[in-house]
């Protein structure tokens, strides 16, 4: 199938003739409190337990492509890298550039971000998935210069409760996950957990997987503890890029492994408690002390040295917010603290190959304290019109120890120690005006920063001493529309512009470009149309560029950068498009259509993947009023696709995507 540039255009002007469905939604992300969607002058996607259960998504990025504007491509295992309102970004931007939450607290600490961060957080149990799309750092500070995502876990039920499921597929994936809730007086407790094995797609790719959700909640008199523990274990083998075209698109082939070798290894223990207190009429008190302790190693294939990288941080912080609603006027105060200990080694066992030098590369520490305070300001300026006006200034100090030889060691180049500060403010403003009961139009300015990735400013190489990495920072103007259009539609759209300062990342000759500017423009639109009483069409669509605002040129030619060319693995149409029928209560079948529009592989704009339609089905039918069977068949039409394609060291190289799978699951609940 190819791809229908035009389907966007056309799905929304159906909609704009269509007599609108209200949908009245609370998210907690905006302010860090329950807070109606219709009352918040941002781009937010709600993604409900209903539409987690439906899906069972095998990876987060089926769940996260329902929000327009983001994208998410699958590597191996439980791999990704993110794009939200940007380019699909890698290294230390990706890293950076997304702040992951579960619960409201981040699941890395800033600056020792892991690109692949959503495989910790236990989105198989989740009560809904919240992803705010563009700068959100007055609120969340570092890391959320492109967008927010927050993994919500279930609260406990009133009444005891039992949930059970059990999947199987054709590509001998199994997974079993449940959870037991209930509550006694003030007392509500859930336990979850979730197993995952598959054989993997591709020779040599398997994966283990197993979290576990403890949730306690007191509430009483005002005052209410809620304390969540999480822990989560990976074991994968992992598979690298395939390379040509010809190899994507045999059968066979694309599902060879050249890295049979290759392993990732991680776990990750979270435990914090939000505390809440009434402090007089309008005003509460929320404060969440937390802690993290996480360790991974695995084998980089990717490069020559094939060098084993052991990384890990442990954290302990503090959020707090005091919340004031007098009249016209509501306020957020907030200071936020946190102190990590973190450290990373990399050891090649290889012999030498090329300038990749056998032995120890790195081994360093870095202790990193960052402190931060914040103020929101919500005004009505009259019965419709809402004026908003929030700050951030975070301060960042890195206490970096290097446990080995500074120096030269081949390639490498070691730092002695050092202490690096920064200091990054985040302002927002924002005016929302309600043009009717269920519709508002908004427009908004923010500003996101981060201090630098700690790999991005310490394990460096010796064609990468010029200048240091600084804090990035993003400028975001937008403007959108939320509501109903009518008895059947409901529209969501929002129109972003975006520049990019302080741009971090490694050139096709390796070398550190520090003062990288970019700039990102897009239209994105949420559609949902009752068709019919029982038939509901639903489509995320995004029209969006992301270009290069300087020149670059490199020794190697065909990664030049020119001013004005496309960021490369930057779609320009991104669409997923639901079609659910749903005749009776206990019967759910649903159709969505996954496209991904062409995009750039290379700097230079010189080689190009052309994107995919992938068709999906669902169907869940209760059987008796407390045990569902659901199937689902992944990639219908068996499409050759990429999750990833890139070009480097002049070749194309991919990961593929699986063809069609078929899969079978019981689910049961009292």
Do not use: C
């Not at 860090?32 to 781009?43: F, G, H, K, N, W």
């Not at 609260?155 to 199994?174: I, K, M, N």
């Not at 999750?643 to 799978?661: L, M, N, V």
Request: charged share 20%.
């Amino acid at each position: 199938m190819k791809n229908l540039a035009g389907f966007p255009v056309f799905l929304l002007a159906v909609s704009l003739l269509t007599p609108a469905l209200a949908d009245d939604v609370v998210v907690v992300t905006a302010e860090r409190r329950a807070t109606a969607l219709s009352d918040v002058p941002q781009s937010i996607t709600a993604i409900s337990a209903e539409t987690i259960e439906l899906v069972d998504a095998d990876h987060i990025a089926e769940l996260l492509s329902r929000a327009p504007g983001v994208t998410l491509h699958r590597g191996s295992g439980a791999e990704q890298l993110t794009a939200i309102r940007s380019p699909v970004l890698t290294s230390g931007a990706g890293a950076g550039s997304f702040l992951f939450l579960e619960n409201g607290v981040a699941i890395r600490s800033a600056g020792f971000a892991n690109i692949n961060g959503l495989f910790d957080s236990h989105y198989e149990i989740a009560d809904r998935i919240e992803v705010v799309r563009g700068p959100s750092g007055a609120l969340y500070g570092a890391n959320a210069i492109h967008g927010v995502v927050n993994v919500l876990t279930p609260s406990p039920s009133e009444d005891f409760s039992v949930f059970a499921e059990a999947y199987g597929d054709t590509q001998e994936r199994y997974k079993l996950k449940g959870s037991v809730s209930g509550a006694s007086g003030a007392h509500g407790f859930l336990v979850g957990a979730s197993v995952t094995t598959e054989e993997g797609y591709r020779v040599d790719a398997g994966l283990d997987q197993q979290k576990l959700t403890f949730r306690h909640v007191y509430d009483d008199a005002g005052v209410s503890i809620d304390t969540i523990f999480s822990f989560d274990n990976l074991e994968q083998e992992t598979a690298g890029f395939i390379f040509g075209e010809a190899t994507l698109n045999d059968r066979e082939l694309r599902k060879t492994n050249n890295f049979p070798q290759a392993y990732r290894d991680a776990k990750a223990a979270r435990l914090q408690s939000t505390i809440g207190l009434d402090a007089g009429e309008n005003t509460r008190i929320q404060i969440t002390p937390y802690a993290r302790w996480n360790q991974m190693e695995f084998p980089q294939h990717f490069l020559p040295s094939n060098a084993l990288e052991k990384n890990g941080h442990k954290s302990i912080g503090v959020q707090s917010a005091i919340y004031h609603d007098a009249g016209a006027l509501s306020l957020i105060a907030g200071v936020d603290a946190e102190y990590t200990d973190g450290y990373l080694s990399e050891f090649q066992s290889m012999p030498q190959i090329f300038s990749y030098t056998p032995g120890l590369h790195y081994d360093y520490e870095v202790e990193a304290v960052n402190a931060s305070g914040f103020l929101q300001g919500d005004y009505a300026l009259g019965p419709r019109t809402t004026a908003s006006a929030a700050v951030r200034v975070d301060g960042t100090i890195y206490k970096y120890d290097n446990l080995t030889d500074s120096g030269v060691v081949g390639r490498f180049l070691r730092l002695p120690d050092q202490t690096d500060k920064f200091v990054t403010a985040s302002p927002k403003f924002s005016l929302r005006h309600e043009l009717s009961e269920d519709a508002s139009v908004y427009v908004s300015y923010a500003r996101g920063a981060r201090p630098p990735q700690t790999t991005d400013l310490y394990r460096l190489q010796i064609n990468q001493t010029g200048d240091q990495a600084r804090p990035e920072k993003i400028d975001a103007v937008e403007l959108g529309f939320r509501g109903g259009l009518g008895e059947r539609v409901n529209l969501e759209l929002a129109g972003f512009f975006m520049d990019k300062a302080n741009f971090f990342f490694r050139d096709a000759d390796g070398f550190n470009v520090a003062d990288g500017k970019t700039r990102h423009v897009g239209v994105e639109a949420d559609v949902r149309i009752a068709l019919f009483e029982t038939l509901t069409l639903r489509s995320a669509v995004t029209y969006a560029r992301h270009t290069y605002r300087f020149d670059r040129p490199v020794g190697n030619a065909t990664e030049a950068i020119s001013f004005g060319d496309d960021v490369d693995t930057a779609p320009r149409v991104m669409a997923n498009t639901r079609l659910q029928w749903r005749p009776i209560d206990r019967l759910t079948a649903e159709a969505e259509w996954v496209s991904m529009g062409s995009y750039f592989t290379d700097a230079a704009n010189d080689h190009e993947y052309e994107g995919h339609n992938v068709l999906n089905l669902r169907a869940e039918a209760g059987l008796t009023e407390t045990l569902a069977a659901y199937i689902t068949v992944r990639n219908v039409t068996n499409e050759l696709y990429a999750e990833r394609a890139d070009f480097a060291f002049g070749s194309d190289r991919y990961f593929p995507g699986e063809t069609r799978t078929v899969g079978f699951g019981l689910r049961y609940r009292n």
